[in-house]
């Protein structure tokens, strides 16, 4: 119970409730969670090229020939990129950041996977191609930007040749013109584009 | 009372309390409203250029020498043209469809204030210019780009020196990533831009 206790959003009432459905449970079912969660911790760990989560090492991503692995889109944690991967559209690969820069918090450019990324650029990709296009796919917030702004300046700076972009920032499709805040139209206005 | 409770979200109940305060309130303030409900149809109209709704014609948007007479945003609504004023950021002239296309109500081409935005390309504004660009801000839904669509066609064809563009498409500023839809998502990925 203190054990369960211990988890995000379970108190000690659920974690009576829980430790009594394991008792009455089947022995099989109590230990496929057990191992599930041993192995989490053991199966689980960051890609060595994209530091998404991943079991085997390259990630299935990173070792995917029919992508394209010219062009990496960047964000912020591997949340962000499963959601992309819902979306289903884009075929390029990615390269997680593990965090976003928040000077408040103590996070600076050391704590995210900065280097992994500027050793994928000045190196030929797994299937030979050299990085064309890095895709800046921070939250649109202050400290996402803030961060993209970062890697910008240093890639631009150290690797001229790759292409730098970031994802559109405007109005959401379905949304409307009448209750779209200040920035959204401002945005909307500045990024229009011709037809 | 049966006046008061046509109106939209007003009900008996309210129209009653609205009567009995009127009963209670000064000569001056009843009168001041009823003076003001008559003035709405008598001294508000459309304006003969834009067909936003103004007191004088044409409109002191259509009339503002400061205002790039050049660029001509395209909306459904005056509310949406509000919006966007009120945005702050805006600086062109407008043009009010006064509705979008929806085949299923029975609102077609004949509906909207299309005829009028012909005759504004074709001829020179206020200030003399001519239209050099046309943003298409209708809502970014099915029927905003049906109605986008349609105006595009036409312009391209009858006045291909006109740059058309449409508002972006994307995240909107101050969401995240991990919570956006397929389609913003999509938009956003599709419309990305170089840095």
Redesign the interface.
């Known amino acids: 119970m203190r054990s369960l206790a211990k988890l995000p959003g379970i108190g000690m009432r659920s974690a009576e409730r829980i430790t009594y459905h394991l008792l009455k449970a089947s022995n099989e079912e109590a230990l496929d969670l057990a191992d599930a969660i041993r192995d989490i911790k053991l199966r689980i760990r960051h890609c060595s090229i994209c530091y998404n989560l991943t079991e085997a090492d390259p990630c299935p991503i990173c070792t995917d020939t029919r992508r394209d692995q010219s062009l990496v889109c960047v964000?912020?944690?591997p949340?962000?990129l499963l959601?992309?991967e819902?979306?289903?559209?884009?075929r390029g690969v990615y390269h997680v950041l593990l965090g976003r820069l928040t000077p408040l918090d103590g996070i600076g450019p050391g704590d995210l996977t900065l280097d992994g990324l500027f050793k994928r650029l000045s190196m030929p990709a797994i299937d030979g191609s050299a990085i064309a296009e890095l895709?800046?796919?921070t939250?649109?917030?202050m400290e996402g930007d803030t961060t993209?702004l970062h890697i910008?300046n240093i890639v631009q700076q150290r690797f001229p040749k790759v292409?730098?972009?970031?994802?559109?920032?405007?109005?959401?499709?379905?949304?409307?013109?009448?209750?779209?805040?200040?920035?959204?139209?401002?945005?909307?206005?500045?990024?229009?584009?011709?037809?």
Request: aromatic content about 4%.
């Open positions: 964000v912020e944690q949340k962000d959601s992309i819902a979306a289903g559209t884009y895709i800046l796919a939250n649109p917030t993209s910008q292409a730098i972009t970031r994802l559109a920032r405007g109005l959401p499709t379905g949304s409307s013109i009448e209750f779209a805040n200040k920035n959204m139209l401002t945005d909307a206005m500045a990024g229009r584009q011709r037809v």
